[in-house]
């Protein structure tokens, strides 16, 4: 089946640093990732789509400047947290579909600590 | 945007019982997929099921596209099914899944 990874699984940052996190398509190609947010006892929330080549959509009130999102190739798309604060502190998860269907797969997620 | 509401938000059941979930959307969907998040957070694919009858071991799932609704049975539960279950839904081809706020499920022995 298809395998999307993250890395790291989980990371502890202190406030104002940077945190990149990287999302890969395994073994399909990915025009189109999306990166969801999670947190405690929540749902998932749409955090912007990310398509190969060309710049990201975000999603209404989703700093842009904040969530840097760079899709280079097919197969990786990553987020860039930038200036961390504790109220960044959240379950990062990234999607995508492949080209042969409509269903979508989730990578692992990302867990992030802003101390 | 869509509405996606699953029932009910929790339930708690003994080894052996069986369940069914709902899950009702506001609008026409171009995918419905059924997920089982487990205690480390990893979403797992049950069911891509925009219409009709699936069925995968203990689990099965039914989607009524013109009633606009998806039910998933889990029968003879095991506690490994413990975790939160979503409903999420697709307008378009290419466009990001909306989630449901979920179901969570305890099974306890």
């Known amino acids: 089946g298809a395998v999307v990874s993250q890395h790291p699984s989980w990371v502890i940052c202190k406030s104002g640093t940077s945190v990149k996190i990287e999302c890969r398509s395994l073994d399909f190609q990915a025009t189109t990732m999306f990166w969801y947010r999670q947190f405690p006892k929540q749902s998932l929330m749409l955090m912007a789509t990310?398509?190969?080549?060309?710049?990201?959509?975000?999603e209404q009130g989703v700093e842009k400047d904040k969530f840097l999102i760079n899709h280079a190739s097919l197969t990786l798309s990553t987020l860039t947290v930038t200036s961390a604060h504790p109220e960044d502190s959240s379950f990062y998860i990234c999607?995508?579909?492949?080209?042969?269907?409509?269903?979508?797969?989730f990578g692992p997620g990302t867990r992030l600590t802003v101390t | 945007g869509i509405q996606v509401e699953q029932s009910p938000p929790d339930l708690i059941l003994q080894e052996g019982a069986n369940s069914t979930l709902r899950c009702n959307f506001s609008?026409?969907?171009?995918?419905l997929q059924w997920f089982h998040q487990n205690p480390w957070g990893q979403l797992i694919n049950l069911f891509y099921?925009?219409?009709g009858t699936k069925q995968n071991g203990r689990l099965s799932a039914t989607t009524v596209a013109t009633e606009r609704y998806s039910l998933l049975y889990i029968s003879s539960s095991q506690t490994t099914d413990s975790g939160v279950y979503f409903c999420a839904v697709e307008l378009n081809s290419g466009y990001a899944l909306n989630f449901g706020k979920g179901t969570s499920l305890l099974v306890t022995p």
């Open positions: 990310s398509n190969e080549g060309s710049k990201a959509t975000y």
């Open positions: 999607s995508a579909h492949t080209l042969l269907s409509y269903e979508q797969y």
């Open positions: 099921i925009p219409s």
């Open positions: 609008d026409s969907v171009n995918n």
